[in-house]
């Protein structure tokens, strides 16, 4: 069974599709850039000491926070990018479009908002302030109810 999406053209794409898009590109770039500094050591003296991994639950090095970091949310975001903008047809999503009646991205999305605000939230509570974190959690919130506009709903309706 094939979904179509619905007949919202590719090439007009409203005002809030076009935020979420942006927003997904700003997490994405900024999630790899992280990630990648965390698995590499790379950001000088922006890096985190190794001091604050005593304060954070079930981790003892920065592997585990870049991987997640770094693929889940950055990569992840960057392919959630690419199927809000190119709604491709993924056969083994069509069991979360028929669930949901939208296409796979319009979950990725929330997921990935909801996700960075657990990301975030556990920042606030276990390392010392940084400006990035109030920044992308506000990035984070935005992914989470973005979604649930009308005119993103039915950018990303499947039929």
Known sequence: ????VS?????????????LSALLLVLGIGAVAGGGA??????GEFMLPDEY???????????????LLGVGFGLGSLV???GVLRRPDWP????????????????????LGVG??????????SIPFSYLMPTFGLVALALALLPWLPEV???LRVD
């Open 153 to 155: 709903r039915d950018h």
């Open 92 to 111: 083994w999503l069509h069991w979360l479009e028929r669930l949901t009646r939208h296409h796979w991205s319009w979950v990725g999305t929330i997921a």
């Open 38 to 43: 965390l698995l590499f050591g790379y950001g």
């Open 116 to 125: 960075h605000v657990a990301w975030i939230t556990i920042e606030l509570v």
């Open 1 to 4: 069974m094939t979904l179509a």
């Open 53 to 67: 991994l005593d304060m954070l639950p079930l981790v003892d090095s920065w592997v585990v926070p870049g991987l």
């Open 7 to 19: 007949g919202v053209s590719r090439a007009h794409r409203p005002f809030p599709v076009v935020t």
């Open 80 to 82: 959630v990018l690419y």
